[in-house]
């Protein structure tokens, strides 16, 4: 029906018109070339994606080196003392990044272009410091062997020399 | 109803106090056995309501027996050493009246029933030659002024009677050569002459006798004056009777006794025992020599082991038959004690020589036939060196089908209920047989007496003694004057073909050896013996080719002898160093020999030489325990670095005592290596004296001495360590390594109490903690951990995790004392040996009781508790898996129904 009135009458407006009804044939303003703007959005639309998936990857490289003040943070309020609590956080803070360094190609399989090897590196690095992070929690909590009482129990006793013996005079 | 319940609310508030041992675990794992000592004097009370014996015994103690068992019902023990020594006994209707001392006699009342003191008095009597009792008198005989004078106390209340009797004596000639009984004295003049005069009445008669002899010694507990007169090996009977010398021949070797029957009649009852498993009895009226035939009998048992019997009292009746027949209470030379029903048998038999316990080993049983038969087939072939083992491919397939078919005849043996035939290699009984965690040993002990006995350590059954009869005596210790039986575990039951053997030394003109077989108590090879003195013993480091441990034997010229002589050894030993310390000139000398693996041309050379002068003298020497595993090697300080401790193997400690002006006594330990001769470190305790108790373990040592200026007992504790830098891991030397003397930590301790015995426990691997065991005077047995006598105990705060903060004096809870009610008096040692398992160290206590217990310093971490609940844990496990295929089976169901659905 609209198409009909809308032919009949070339420079009539309707205004009874539905809202919702879209208007299928508006007429492009004067100047404007489909063509032109089609080309654009087509270019644009290329470059946003990709910038996009750098800026994702670049938020997976660098999530390890974001989570250290957090990390930081329940380290502090974890305390030094050992119990069970303690000790499982401790062990979270060494098998998350230990973990995230073993499937680091599964994590990195998607993601390609010019800086990979970037991203993987950072997020190496920021696992690393993770891991560096929480053997200095171990090693303020204790749990590290670094004292020599701490490999005490490995030490044999020494093998004598001479042999002796003896006592009182029997007589 | 109130009062009721306060008191029930007490009641209960006790029931948990103490939580050392629970009660029904008492009994279970320890045993006491009660003695009284080698027999002094007896008496028997046949009256029907009490029926008892009373004894007095060298070791000071007062007892009553029950007559049917010889079982103890009442016990008192009385001073120790001369000033307890019982001199008298004297039974009256309700008391048993005990003279006891030396220079101040004291004489007691005890109640016949229960033993309790009913009256004590004392006088002095320095000059006392006899004692007896007539009338109700004590009669103290001494000589004074060329007389003989007699004292009289009223037995009970000590009121001195009336006037002291004098008699001239010319005719007494010391009491070397007179004797008294019965209230008669009889001396054996120089010119062959026998006076017996009697002492009861103040009067001069003496009646005389011509007759020569070499000694005279009176019939204990005659009732009448009796006497043996030996003259160059004839024994002569000299009696007294109607005033009247008589004389009887007596046949030699035989102890005699007179028994008074019928007022008017004696009975002359005569003991002997002509070999060691026989008492030969004889009976006889005394004035014509009529033998009584049911008085006479001759009694053999394999498993009595007796020699020179004596009867101690006796006690004669007339039976319905209208014959003679007696009781005796009989105590033999080695200190066995026996009620003999004559004519009959032996009633009971107490071995009371294992009062004077002098060495104690303990001895692993061999394993079972099965098991042997197992480890010669699968046994590795380190420790099992010994057997043949072939190794074909058929011999080991017979072999495996001959220990198969002996496991199911052993099978078809215990299902059936045939009584366990005795093992084959071991000729023992079949329960004789090491158990999985090494508890059930065999604790091997001399006595001085001169009987080895071999007792089963889970009861204290006595499974077999030995009586050395000829074969030589004991060394003598020279710091205490008591005698020492240096024995030897030369090969223990871990090799198979062989069987494990101790070896005893003796003293006779040449050195003896006896060797025993401490499973059965057998002696195989017999005594050995070497044409020289032996001066010290040492065994070797290294087993010889017949896996036996030899013995380095220094002889009086201190040239080395290998004993058993001849053997080559598996391998070349180690250098070897000997020291030698002599009490009695202050000597000590160090020795290396040089041991070829031929076992031939020993050689040794002095190499130091250390002089203790005069009135210094060595009283104990501390070397640790040649058993002992050191696991940790050194200890964890606060800010978590370790502090060495300084473990020399060859490091001896040497206490000396010396009389000093200023402070009565000074007590020295000198921790001495006894390679270099170098004198570690030394320390004074002033005002020191005895009892003192060394104990040397690991790396530290404890010393108590009884302090005469705070008086009190103090135990000062050392510990050596060698600083925060270990010098060598690998090996230790005494020679050649650096001389940096050891950090010594030092402290003492204050003991609420006596001691009589100290030892360490002592483990498998030295992994589980030491606790020191204390024997006090008051019959307690203490398990004090060491860390209570640690030196490093903090002074002000601790600094050390866990470190108690030092307090002088130790506790001694109620919890620790591992002997709960069983008081242990008069406890001369304590030993202790480790178990297969970690946790569990075997304790033997001996002195007059005899005690066994086993302790677990660190709680019993490697076995479940005995309480442990087998049957609930099975029946949960069953439920669970019960469950689980059920809900499995009911869900797979549900899963099926949902699918048609």
Same mark, same amino acid.
């Given at each position: 029906?609209?198409?009909?009135?809308?032919?009949?009458?070339?420079?009539?407006?309707?205004?009874?018109?539905?809202?919702?009804?879209?208007?299928?044939?508006?007429?492009?303003?004067?100047?404007?070339?489909?063509?032109?703007?089609?080309?654009?959005?087509?270019?644009?639309?290329?470059?946003?994606?990709?910038?996009?998936?750098?800026?994702?990857?670049?938020?997976?490289?660098?999530?390890?080196?974001?989570?250290?003040?957090?990390?930081?943070?329940?380290?502090?309020?974890?305390?030094?003392?050992?119990?069970?609590?303690?000790?499982?956080?401790?062990?979270?803070?060494?098998?998350?990044?230990?973990?995230?360094?073993?499937?680091?190609?599964?994590?990195?399989?998607?993601?390609?272009?010019?800086?990979?090897?970037?991203?993987?590196?950072?997020?190496?690095?920021?696992?690393?410091?993770?891991?560096?992070?929480?053997?200095?929690?171990?090693?303020?909590?204790?749990?590290?062997?670094?004292?020599?009482?701490?490999?005490?129990?490995?030490?044999?006793?020494?093998?004598?020399?001479?042999?002796?013996?003896?006592?009182?005079?029997?007589? | 109803?109130?009062?009721?319940?306060?008191?029930?609310?007490?009641?209960?508030?006790?029931?948990?106090?103490?939580?050392?041992?629970?009660?029904?675990?008492?009994?279970?794992?320890?045993?006491?056995?009660?003695?009284?000592?080698?027999?002094?004097?007896?008496?028997?009370?046949?009256?029907?309501?009490?029926?008892?014996?009373?004894?007095?015994?060298?070791?000071?103690?007062?007892?009553?027996?029950?007559?049917?068992?010889?079982?103890?019902?009442?016990?008192?023990?009385?001073?120790?050493?001369?000033?307890?020594?019982?001199?008298?006994?004297?039974?009256?209707?309700?008391?048993?009246?005990?003279?006891?001392?030396?220079?101040?006699?004291?004489?007691?009342?005890?109640?016949?029933?229960?033993?309790?003191?009913?009256?004590?008095?004392?006088?002095?009597?320095?000059?006392?030659?006899?004692?007896?009792?007539?009338?109700?008198?004590?009669?103290?005989?001494?000589?004074?002024?060329?007389?003989?004078?007699?004292?009289?106390?009223?037995?009970?209340?000590?009121?001195?009677?009336?006037?002291?009797?004098?008699?001239? *004596?010319?005719?007494?000639?010391?009491?070397?050569?007179?004797?008294?009984?019965?209230?008669?004295?009889?001396?054996?003049?120089?010119?062959?002459?026998?006076?017996?005069?009697?002492?009861?009445?103040?009067?001069?008669?003496?009646?005389?006798?011509?007759?020569?002899?070499?000694?005279?010694?009176?019939?204990?507990?005659?009732?009448?004056?009796?006497?043996?007169?030996?003259?160059?090996?004839?024994?002569?009977?000299?009696?007294?009777?109607?005033?009247?010398?008589?004389?009887?021949?007596?046949?030699?070797?035989?102890?005699?006794?007179?028994?008074?029957?019928?007022?008017?009649?004696?009975?002359?009852?005569?003991?002997?025992?002509?070999?060691?498993?026989?008492?030969?009895?004889?009976?006889?009226?005394?004035?014509?020599?009529?033998?009584?035939?049911?008085?006479?009998?001759?009694?053999?048992?394999?498993?009595?082991?007796?020699?020179?019997?004596?009867?101690?009292?006796?006690?004669?009746?007339?039976?319905?038959?209208?014959?003679?027949?007696?009781?005796?209470?009989?105590?033999?030379?080695?200190?066995?004690?026996?009620?003999?029903?004559?004519?009959?048998?032996?009633?009971?038999?107490?071995?009371?020589?294992?009062?004077?316990?002098?060495?104690?080993?303990?001895?692993?049983?061999?394993?079972?036939?099965?098991?042997?038969?197992?480890?010669?087939?699968?046994?590795?072939?380190?420790?099992?060196?010994?057997?043949?083992?072939?190794?074909?491919?058929?011999?080991?397939?017979?072999?495996?089908?001959?220990?198969?078919?002996?496991?199911?005849?052993?099978?078809?043996?215990?299902?059936?209920?045939?009584?366990?035939?005795?093992?084959?290699?071991?000729?023992?009984?079949?329960?004789?047989?090491?158990?999985?965690?090494?508890?059930?040993?065999?604790?091997?002990?001399?006595?001085?007496?001169?009987?080895?006995?071999?007792?089963?350590?889970?009861?204290?059954?006595?499974?077999?003694?030995?009586?050395?009869?000829?074969?030589?005596?004991?060394?003598?210790?020279?710091?205490?004057?008591?005698?020492?039986?240096?024995?030897?575990?030369?090969?223990?039951?871990?090799?198979?073909?062989?069987?494990?053997?101790?070896?005893?030394?003796?003293?006779?003109?040449?050195?003896?050896?006896?060797?025993?077989?401490?499973?059965?108590?057998?002696?195989?090879?017999?005594?050995?013996?070497?044409?020289?003195?032996?001066?010290?013993?040492?065994?070797?480091?290294?087993?010889?080719?017949?896996?036996?441990?030899?013995?380095?034997?220094?002889?009086?010229?201190?040239?080395?002898?290998?004993?058993?002589?001849?053997?080559?050894?598996?391998?070349?030993?180690?250098?070897?160093?000997?020291?030698?310390?002599?009490?009695?000139?202050?000597?000590?000398?160090?020795?290396?020999?040089?041991?070829?693996?031929?076992?031939?041309?020993?050689?040794?050379?002095?190499?130091?030489?250390?002089?203790?002068?005069?009135?210094?003298?060595?009283?104990?020497?501390?070397?640790?325990?040649?058993?002992?595993?050191?696991?940790?090697?050194?200890?964890?300080?606060?800010?978590?670095?370790?502090?060495?401790?300084?473990?020399?193997?060859?490091?001896?400690?040497?206490?000396?005592?010396?009389?000093?002006?200023?402070?009565?006594?000074?007590?020295?330990?000198?921790?001495?290596?006894?390679?270099?001769?170098?004198?570690?470190?030394?320390?004074?305790?002033?005002?020191?004296?005895?009892?003192?108790?060394?104990?040397?373990?690991?790396?530290?040592?404890?010393?108590?001495?009884?302090?005469?200026?705070?008086?009190?007992?103090?135990?000062?504790?050392?510990?050596?360590?060698?600083?925060?830098?270990?010098?060598?891991?690998?090996?230790?030397?005494?020679?050649?390594?650096?001389?940096?003397?050891?950090?010594?930590?030092?402290?003492?301790?204050?003991?609420?109490?006596?001691?009589?015995?100290?030892?360490?426990?002592?483990?498998?691997?030295?992994?589980?903690?030491?606790?020191?065991?204390?024997?006090?005077?008051?019959?307690?047995?203490?398990?004090?951990?060491?860390?209570?006598?640690?030196?490093?105990?903090?002074?002000?705060?601790?600094?050390?995790?866990?470190?108690?903060?030092?307090?002088?004096?130790?506790?001694?809870?109620?919890?620790?004392?591992?002997?709960?009610?069983?008081?242990?008096?008069?406890?001369?040692?304590?030993?202790?040996?480790?178990?297969?398992?970690?946790?569990?160290?075997?304790?033997?206590?001996?002195?007059?009781?005899?005690?066994?217990?086993?302790?677990?310093?660190?709680?019993?971490?490697?076995?479940?508790?005995?309480?442990?609940?087998?049957?609930?844990?099975?029946?949960?496990?069953?439920?669970?898996?019960?469950? *689980?295929?059920?809900?499995?089976?009911?869900?797979?169901?549900?899963?099926?129904?949902?699918?048609?659905?």
């Amino acid at each position: 029906m609209t198409t009909v009135k809308s032919k009949t009458f070339k420079w009539s407006l309707d205004f009874t018109r539905n809202k919702h009804e879209k208007s299928t044939d508006n007429v492009s303003p004067p100047g404007y070339s489909q063509l032109a703007g089609q080309n654009g959005t087509e270019l644009t639309r290329d470059s946003e994606s990709s910038r996009l998936i750098i800026k994702k990857s670049w938020d997976l490289a660098l999530g390890p080196l974001k989570q250290v003040p957090m990390n930081l943070f329940i380290m502090y309020m974890a305390g030094n003392s050992i119990s069970i609590f303690p000790i499982m956080m401790v062990g979270m803070l060494i098998v998350r990044p230990v973990k995230a360094l073993f499937t680091l190609q599964t994590t990195f399989k998607t993601i390609e272009g010019t800086q990979a090897w970037g991203q993987k590196f950072i997020f190496f690095i920021g696992n690393c410091v993770n891991i560096v992070l929480a053997l200095y929690k171990c090693q303020s909590m204790g749990l590290l062997p670094t004292h020599a009482s701490d490999w005490l129990a490995f030490i044999n006793q020494p093998t004598r020399m001479e042999y002796s013996g003896g006592g009182f005079v029997l007589s | 109803m109130v009062s009721k319940l306060i008191y029930a609310a007490l009641l209960s508030s006790f029931l948990f106090t103490v939580n050392g041992l629970y009660e029904d675990q008492a009994g279970k794992f320890d045993w006491k056995q009660d003695y009284v000592g080698e027999v002094k004097f007896s008496s028997i009370d046949v009256d029907v309501t009490t029926k008892r014996l009373y004894v007095a015994t060298e070791k000071n103690v007062v007892a009553s027996l029950a007559i049917d068992t010889g079982d103890i019902i009442w016990r008192q023990i009385l001073e120790k050493g001369p000033e307890g020594s019982v001199e008298l006994i004297h039974p009256t209707k309700s008391k048993i009246i005990t003279v006891s001392g030396v220079d101040v006699i004291k004489v007691r009342g005890w109640d016949v029933k229960d033993g309790y003191l009913h009256f004590e008095w004392s006088t002095e009597s320095s000059y006392a030659l006899y004692l007896f009792v007539f009338n109700g008198l004590l009669h103290n005989v001494y000589y004074s002024n060329n007389l003989i004078a007699v004292d009289t106390y009223h037995l009970e209340t000590g009121v001195k009677g009336k006037a002291t009797y004098t008699f001239p *004596a010319h005719w007494f000639s010391g009491s070397d050569r007179c004797a008294l009984s019965s209230g008669s004295l009889a001396c054996l003049d120089v010119d062959g002459k026998l006076n017996i005069g009697s002492l009861i009445k103040s009067n001069t008669d003496r009646l005389g006798l011509d007759m020569i002899g070499d000694k005279i010694e009176a019939i204990p507990g005659s009732p009448i004056p009796a006497f043996i007169v030996t003259n160059k090996n004839v024994e002569k009977l000299v009696y007294v009777k109607e005033n009247k010398i008589l004389v009887r021949s007596s046949t030699s070797r035989s102890s005699s006794f007179i028994y008074t029957y019928m007022a008017d009649r004696q009975y002359l009852l005569q003991i002997s025992s002509p070999m060691q498993d026989t008492i030969v009895t004889e009976g006889s009226i005394l004035e014509d020599s009529t033998v009584i035939e049911s008085l006479s009998s001759k009694e053999s048992k394999s498993s009595l082991k007796i020699s020179n019997p004596r009867i101690s009292s006796a006690f004669c009746g007339r039976s319905k038959a209208n014959t003679v027949n007696c009781v005796a209470l009989v105590s033999t030379q080695d200190q066995s004690l026996m009620l003999l029903k004559m004519p009959g048998s032996i009633k009971w038999h107490r071995e009371e020589s294992l009062t004077n316990i002098i060495n104690v080993e303990f001895v692993d049983l061999p394993v079972s036939d099965i098991e042997a038969a197992i480890e010669k087939e699968f046994g590795n072939k380190e420790s099992f060196l010994d057997h043949s083992v072939s190794t074909g491919a058929f011999s080991m397939f017979v072999r495996r089908l001959f220990s198969q078919l002996q496991q199911l005849r052993t099978l078809f043996a215990t299902v059936l209920g045939i009584i366990e035939s005795p093992s084959e290699t071991t000729g023992t009984k079949s329960n004789l047989v090491r158990d999985q965690f090494g508890l059930h040993k065999i604790i091997v002990t001399v006595t001085s007496a001169g009987k080895i006995f071999g007792i089963d350590n889970l009861n204290g059954e006595i499974l077999w003694s030995v009586l050395l009869c000829g074969v030589g005596t004991f060394y003598e210790n020279r710091v205490n004057g008591l005698p020492s039986a240096p024995m030897h575990l030369q090969r223990n039951s871990k090799h198979l073909s062989y069987s494990p053997m101790c070896t005893l030394l003796l003293k006779s003109e040449k050195i003896q050896f006896v060797y025993i077989y401490p499973i059965n108590g057998e002696s195989k090879n017999g005594v050995t013996q070497v044409p020289y003195r032996v001066v010290q013993a040492v065994p070797l480091p290294v087993l010889n080719i017949e896996m036996v441990r030899s013995l380095i034997l220094f002889d009086s010229s201190n040239s080395p002898h290998l004993y058993p002589a001849d053997t080559p050894l598996s391998s070349k030993p180690p250098p070897l160093y000997i020291y030698i310390a002599n009490p009695t000139n202050g000597l000590l000398q160090g020795f290396t020999v040089n041991v070829p693996i031929s076992g031939k041309e020993l050689s040794a050379k002095e190499v130091w030489k250390t002089q203790f002068n005069k009135p210094t003298q060595i009283i104990a020497i501390g070397s640790r325990d040649a058993m002992e595993h050191v696991h940790s090697q050194g200890r964890v300080l606060s800010d978590r670095s370790v502090l060495y401790k300084y473990i020399n193997p060859n490091m001896v400690a040497i206490l000396t005592l010396a009389p000093d002006t200023t402070h009565k006594s000074v007590l020295t330990l000198h921790l001495l290596d006894a390679v270099s001769g170098i004198i570690i470190y030394s320390v004074v305790h002033k005002r020191a004296s005895h009892p003192i108790h060394l104990v040397h373990s690991e790396n530290w040592l404890l010393c108590s001495y009884y302090n005469d200026k705070t008086r009190r007992t103090e135990i000062a504790s050392y510990e050596l360590y060698d600083g925060n830098q270990l010098s060598n891991s690998s090996d230790f030397s005494s020679v050649g390594g650096s001389l940096i003397p050891p950090i010594v930590e030092k402290q003492a301790y204050i003991l609420p109490g006596f001691l009589q015995a100290m030892k360490p426990t002592i483990t498998e691997k030295g992994i589980t903690s030491k606790h020191i065991l204390m024997a006090t005077t008051t019959g307690h047995l203490l398990e004090v951990p060491w860390a209570f006598l640690d030196p490093r105990r903090p002074l002000g705060e601790p600094k050390e995790e866990g470190a108690i903060p030092y307090i002088p004096e130790l506790p001694m809870p109620s919890e620790s004392m591992i002997n709960y009610n069983k008081s242990l008096m008069r406890v001369d040692g304590i030993y202790t040996t480790p178990s297969s398992l970690e946790s569990t160290c075997l304790v033997f206590v001996y002195g007059l009781d005899l005690f066994y217990t086993r302790v677990a310093p660190s709680k019993t971490f490697d076995v479940l508790k005995e309480d442990f609940d087998y049957l609930v844990i099975i029946i949960v496990t069953h439920i669970l898996l019960i469950s *689980a295929y059920v809900t499995k089976n009911l869900a797979s169901q549900k899963a099926l129904k949902q699918a048609w659905k």
